[in-house]
């Protein structure tokens, strides 16, 4: 499976952008798919997923209530809409697929292919 991310870009604080994943080459409806973001000089950290099954989206507190992911699978794409975005959200956004279970769906260990990555740049 190969995963394309695209959609970041320079935005001010309070403003939004949707990034997006676009998978080709697997059964994109078989995988779940995340996304994990790495500020500078941080490590790489969890965001959200979208398991294959469907249903909503699992997040990480930070984002909770600000970020939307979902997925289309005719598209073979998942979106993660970012609102009320801050400087602390400034980062490389990385989108994910695999087939974790649920306990370890945060992990990013759990994920076979990875995209190269958006970036977000927030500024105050």
């Known amino acids: 499976v190969q995963l394309q991310a695209s959609g970041g870009g320079l935005v001010q604080t309070g403003g939004s952008l949707r990034l997006s994943c676009a998978a080709s080459g697997g059964t994109f409806s078989s995988y779940t798919i995340s996304w994990f973001r790495q500020a500078p000089g941080k490590e790489r950290e969890f965001v959200s997923f979208?398991?294959?099954?469907?249903?909503?989206?699992t997040y990480a507190d930070s984002v909770r209530g600000r970020f939307t992911a979902y997925r289309d699978n005719a598209k073979n794409t998942v979106y993660l809409q970012m609102n009320s975005l801050g400087p602390e959200d400034t980062a490389v956004y990385y989108c994910a697929a695999g087939r974790p279970i649920l306990s370890t769906a945060r992990k990013m260990t759990s994920y076979y292919y990875w995209g190269q990555g958006t970036l977000v740049t927030v500024s105050s």
């Open positions: 979208n398991r294959y099954s469907g249903g909503t989206a």
